[in-house]
């Protein structure tokens, strides 16, 4: 699951987070590559398009796993603190945790920061 917190204003034409409902359901060779929201919109029409805009300090969780989008801000930035919670490796992106000499005993896959523009 990941939970998003909006750290600036997001209306629907500063990149707001968008989800596809049903597309959970998809093959899931859909659900790894990105995707643009009028091809979205075209495949799984307009009522499935579910888009959360908001002010700054609004929060949203979702499940990982379906199609989501995030269209390029037009109006202004979007600043978004997304934090993803998994027991599973994720195949989109490389675990290779780094090897720090004076590690404490801990999880190599716990408190890792990922930063996304």
């Not at 909006?6 to 590559?33: A, C, I, K, M, N």
């Amino acid at each position: 699951m990941k939970l998003f917190f909006y750290l600036t204003d997001v209306d629907e034409t500063s990149g707001p987070h968008q989800f596809v409902r049903g597309s959970h359901r998809t093959r899931p060779e859909l659900l790894w590559r990105t995707h643009d929201a009028e091809t979205l919109e075209k495949a799984f029409g307009r009522d499935a398009m579910c888009v959360v805009t908001g002010a700054a300090g609004t929060a949203f969780v979702t499940a990982s796993i379906g199609i989501h989008a995030g269209p390029i801000p037009i109006s202004r930035p979007r600043l978004v603190l997304q934090i993803g919670y998994t027991l599973m490796p994720r195949f989109s992106l490389l675990y290779k945790p780094m090897e720090i000499e004076s590690r404490p005993a801990v999880d190599k896959y716990i408190n890792r920061l990922f930063l996304r523009q």
